[in-house]
């Protein structure tokens, strides 16, 4: 079964068709054994890194591909729908764009081509700390200048891929907030060199959670970052991640219906070829059924994501379609995991199957990187221009 879109339509169809073959080469055997040890997929991320694809978003004259954001969400689609996991490296599309679009010049040559090269990872964002959760303009990380450095105290959670990353993008109080006239002011967005800092300052401690995420915990204690590392302005950081946000939630929408597309296919596939009772299972509409609304799902939710990668490249205006699509895309992509494994019965629980691995993995999605709740009080607000609903 051919989910995607014909090929003379798909301007991305040679990319998906080589990042297939390139995840012809990590079966599940591979994800199942890191899974076990809870260990991160260096080598997929070298062939990933190798072929170019994680350079996707970098402009060639650094040494990147420079594609469209719909390049990188093909490219992430693929890597889900093939039973991999983009999760291990997929904040370096996202994280980019910050650097891309507000980074100094100085800092684009310095950074740009080794990322592009793969001497360098920018995979870690610390953003999310435990007091404040979503509520980013409450954060309490600090950064005071002295001199030519910051000196930055505080801590963040769910720092996903920090041991795995050679750089940081962080987000930090430079003016505290009782001093500024919006609680939007005065925060800052730094790029931190952790091979620096580690053990100077800065301390990363791994938390184990239900799937093989490589979240951690933060914390700086007096970490001082070179003041060139300060991205743009001084208290406009928050501005800068805010401008990311979009192609964070395009991008994950993208890998929702890449998984969709596997457990949809899992399942179509077992339910044709399971016979009991003298038919295929898949011939009774208790099994058939919820696999068909899962795909119309999915679809659905594809067309939406489709539209905010094509007002993303345009330079309009998608914070509708990027928070509907990641919202949709998630809920198509757990639906049809509930389809797979209740089709699948008792063996959709075994790993040797793949599909309670996958169904642990895209579960985070209905809570990260936005919540559903967040994303339908966006919609409510300031899309229906009802009153804030918190």
Known sequence: ?????????????EIRAEVR????????????ELDARRG??????????????????????FGGAGLPLSGAAAILEEIQATGCNGAACHAQMYIMGTILRHGSAEQKAKYLPAIAAGELRLQAFGVTEPTSGTDTTALRTTARREGDRYIVNGQ???????????????LART?????????????????????????????????????????????????????ENLVGVEGKGFRYILDGMNAER????????????????????????????????????????PIARAYAQMRAAEAIVKQGL?????????????????????EA??????????????????EEYDIERKFRETRLYQVAPISTNLILSYLGEHVLGMPRSY
């Open 1 to 13: 079964m051919d989910h995607h879109t014909p090929a003379e339509a798909d301007p991305h169809a």
């Open 21 to 32: 073959k390139l995840c012809a080469k990590f079966p599940g055997e591979y994800w199942r």
């Open 40 to 61: 991160y997929p260096t080598e997929f991320v070298k062939a990933l890194t190798e072929a170019g694809w994680l350079a996707a978003l970098i402009p060639e004259e």
């Open 156 to 170: 963040k959670i769910w720092t996903s891929r920090a041991e795995h990353s050679d750089l940081m993008l962080l």
């Open 175 to 227: 003016t505290p907030r009782d001093q500024v006239h919006r609680k939007t002011e005065g925060l800052s967005t730094f790029i931190v060199d952790m091979r620096t800092v580690l053990g100077k300052g800065l301390t990363i401690r791994p938390i184990r959670t239900m799937m093989n995420h490589n979240s951690c915990e933060v914390f700086f204690d007096n970490m001082e970052v070179p003041a």
């Open 250 to 289: 395009l991008l994950i929408a993208a890998e929702c219906i890449g998984d969709a597309k596997w457990f949809i296919e899992k399942a179509r596939n077992y339910a044709k070829d399971r016979v009991l009772f003298g038919r295929p299972i898949g011939a009774n509409q208790g099994v058939q059924f």
């Open 310 to 330: 094509q007002k993303f490249e345009r330079g309009e205006a998608c914070g509708e379609e990027a928070n509907m699509g990641k919202m949709l895309a998630a």
């Open 333 to 350: 992509s757990w639906a049809a995991g509930e389809a797979c494994v209740n089709t699948h019965g008792g063996f959709g629980f075994a």
